[in-house]
């Protein structure tokens, strides 16, 4: 699924983001400059869920 998420911004985000999603056994891939990223293989309730806990809330794109 993508993702966007309008508050990531830089590497810090990328890294809290990667944190989060580490914790519920998902990753990502980032496309910073479209502020969007791309996750597999987990439910869309617990990444929203992780995303928005760490601070970066964001919308299912695609």
């Keep these: ?4 998420v309008p508050d990531m911004s830089c590497g810090h985000c990328t890294t809290a983001i990667e944190t989060a999603l580490a914790a519920v056994g998902g990753r990502a891939e980032f496309d910073l400059p479209a502020r969007e990223i791309t996750v597999s293989g987990l439910p869309e309730a617990t990444v929203l869920a992780a995303l928005k806990a760490a601070g970066y809330p964001a919308t299912v794109v695609g």
Excluded: E, K, T
């Design 1 to 4: 699924m993508i993702l966007s």
